[in-house]
């Protein structure tokens, strides 16, 4: 005899499904009385199945589902057949399973279930517990919060500190520049070197707390957001650096830009450090910098700062963007601050955007820069 198969009309154990759910769930009958639970039910409330079966709702587990929006919501349901979802409960001390901190949330669906002549119509809650989830969050929120002060203390210190110690540094300049003026003639060639050498590095710690200076002023949020040209900001740095472009022979072109939103102040920072860098690397020829930008699909506005000099080594290419990394990575004699690009790195990102190179050693570099065309929480 071959084997039975079951067709359409072959009932299904709908207990036996219902028992494999991870969901609490809950049959009533229409005076709200339990019929039916899951064993996740079991699980989630600590409620044996002897006290839970025949139970009215509300007087579960001592009243642990006696809250008025769900006694609002059951209501329309019974009476409209007006299914809900997403129902946010929030259990207080007085419902609160043993042995758990904090109050407990859960989020309970409820849906008619249609009866048939030998059956009454059935209601069906799905209880899904979001007390561990919010927790988590909570903890998270609470984590960010003391990461972004412990990050506004350290830009703050970093504000302070480098502003602090401009007056004392040019201090030691001007009196290094005025010994060597006034004992001029008392002085040897090697006392004049070692004033030489004294006056450089006051000058480079100086080009070193101006650089930590704007990078912590960046984290201050300096500056207001609005819409921004950056063909206007690219034709200003241009005007800035006309002089030093003249007397290196170069060029430096653009395209059309598009506009962005941001504030003007770090945008033409971000971009003066760029082309600064372009005409300082610029190899045996006069530097020549050609600036391109275009709307990505993703509303973000894409600008490129391509030079022609030595390239950029694979292996220095994600140093560069590195605070206080200074190494020449185009190999020509010049050691940068280690600041500039970490400053273009951070601009970026705080107008929701990123900085990023391409280079191939001898075929110069191409910096690219992306920014979201709209605003995204910034001040």
């Known amino acids: 005899m071959p084997e039975s198969r079951p067709n359409a009309s072959t009932p299904i154990d709908a207990q036996r499904i219902v028992d494999t759910l991870h969901e609490p769930l809950l049959v009533l009958d229409d005076a709200l009385v339990v019929q039916q639970v899951n064993p996740a039910f079991h699980r989630a409330f600590s409620v044996p199945n ?6 009215v709702l509300y007087e579960l587990g001592g009243g642990y589902f006696d809250r008025p929006a769900l006694r609002e919501s059951l209501a329309r349901l019974r009476e409209e057949r007006e299914p809900f979802r997403d129902l946010e409960l929030h259990l ?4 609160q399973q043993a042995g758990r901190e904090g109050r407990r949330v859960l989020r309970v669906n409820g849906q008619m279930l249609s009866g048939d002549a030998e059956a009454t119509e059935r209601i069906l809650l799905a209880v899904n517990d979001r007390t561990e989830q919010r ?6 929120r609470r984590h960010a919060r003391k990461l972004e002060e412990s990050n ?10 480098s502003h602090d110690l401009q007056e004392p540094l040019r201090m030691v300049s001007s009196y290094l520049q005025l010994l060597e003026r006034r004992y001029k003639e008392a002085l040897d060639e090697s006392a004049r070197e070692f004033i030489e050498y004294a006056v450089d590095g006051a000058e480079r710690m100086k080009t070193l707390i101006d650089g930590l200076l704007q990078y912590s002023r960046v984290g201050r949020k300096e500056g207001t957001f609005g819409r921004v040209d950056l063909g206007t900001i690219v034709d200003d740095v241009r005007a800035d650096l006309a002089r030093r472009i003249e007397e290196l022979g170069g060029t430096v072109e653009r395209t059309a830009l598009p506009t962005t939103h941001g504030t003007a102040e770090q945008l033409r920072r971000l971009f003066q450090n760029l082309v600064d860098n372009a005409l300082t690397y610029h190899g045996d020829a006069p530097p020549r910098v050609e600036i391109s930008g275009r709307t990505t699909d993703a509303d973000a506005a894409h600008v490129v700062v391509r030079d022609h000099g030595p ?5 220095a290419q994600d140093k560069v963007f590195r605070i206080f990394k200074q190494l020449d990575p185009h190999g020509t004699g010049h050691a940068g601050s280690g600041i500039g690009l970490a400053l273009c790195k951070k601009i970026a990102e705080r107008h929701g955007g990123r900085i990023w190179v391409e280079s191939e050693p001898g075929e110069g570099a191409a910096f690219h820069v992306l920014l979201n065309l709209e605003a995204e929480g910034q001040p």
């Open 152 to 161: 506004e203390d350290l830009e703050q210190f970093a504000y302070a500190a």
């Open 92 to 95: 207080g001390d007085a419902h």
């Open 50 to 55: 002897e006290e839970a079966i025949g139970e």
């Open 135 to 140: 927790r988590t969050e909570a903890k998270l």
């Open 311 to 315: 390239g950029i080594p694979a292996r």
